[in-house]
């Protein structure tokens, strides 16, 4: 205890950054009171920087064709069971102005990858026509693209993108993804530059609990994030899909220890990084129906995206299985989430909710 103590005392009191062996003891905890210290210490970290606040991203779902074949994903190009779709630029606009009206300034628009020249333009498109019904913050996340298309989406209204490496790691990268050149560990980095240079919030992330993943792989993602300088981190527990190649070897899953590891991963972000925007993701929730989002709030994140797309398409959109609010109408979603985010002390700001640590290097 009197390690934990002082690894948190300096990260909560001291300028410089925790090193590897420090970031990899708090990965490694297990014991429930000392997790107990190391959630209220990075909720300590929030209230610093962020307040007892929460912003909230309206998630529109647009597309899950991918040309990617990533072996833990369920959109996975070879995966024949998943009903494809697209929507139609109407459809977004429907789902914009129902973000409205439920009060969310901030929207995020996430697909498939794909870089073909009628998707690029359907993007900026779509991005054009939504800033043009509304004063809304827009995140993309819509994979790897050419410098060009970053700055058209960018000029079109976009300032936000979200790139998850999914690993630091190069090699534990080349053991999620075909060995092609579609699954290129260096072009996705380089990506991350690209998406940076044409002044977007950068955002990046990784999956937790991986098979074969360990404590030193997810340390030099930590490692990595402040190395890109990342604005945002998206970031979530890695859950089964068994019409996936992953999926297919895991004989047993346990979701308490998932649900533990993502929470450690947010925790340990925020003590590291301070000032990011940190999403709770619908994967915490998926682990933990009643409270999983709010869990990861209180360990230290900031950022929840409800799904305000069409029910009618949320099938089709499973990376994972189980995901969670498939068939809830979204009007009893935002109620319930309301309600669930003010019962823990929390307060739903409105406006943009752009990163501190974005706007600390505007100044």
Known sequence: MEQLDKILNKALQDSSPLDREELGFLLDITDPGQLQKLYRAAYQMKERYIGRRVSLRGLIEISDYCVKDCLYCGIRKSNANVPRFAMTKAEILQAAELGREYGYSSLVLQSGERSDPAFVDFVEDAVRSIREIGDFGITLSCGEQTRETYQRWFDAGAHRYLLRIESSDREFYGTLHPADSLHDWDKRRHCLDLIRETGYQ????????????????????????????????????????????????????DPEKALETGLKMIAVTRLFLRDVNIASTTALQALSPADGRERGLLAGANVIMPNIGDIAYRRGYQLYENKPNIDENRLETRRKLEESIHAIGETIIHGWGDSPHFAAKQK
């Open 202 to 253: 950068l955002g990046t992330g990784v999956m937790s609990g991986l098979p074969g993943q360990k404590t030193s792989h997810l340390v030099s993602d930590l490692e990595f994030f402040r190395e890109v300088d990342a604005d945002m981190i998206g970031m979530g527990p890695y859950l089964p899909h068994h019409e996936t190649p992953m999926g297919k070897l895991i004989t047993s899953f």
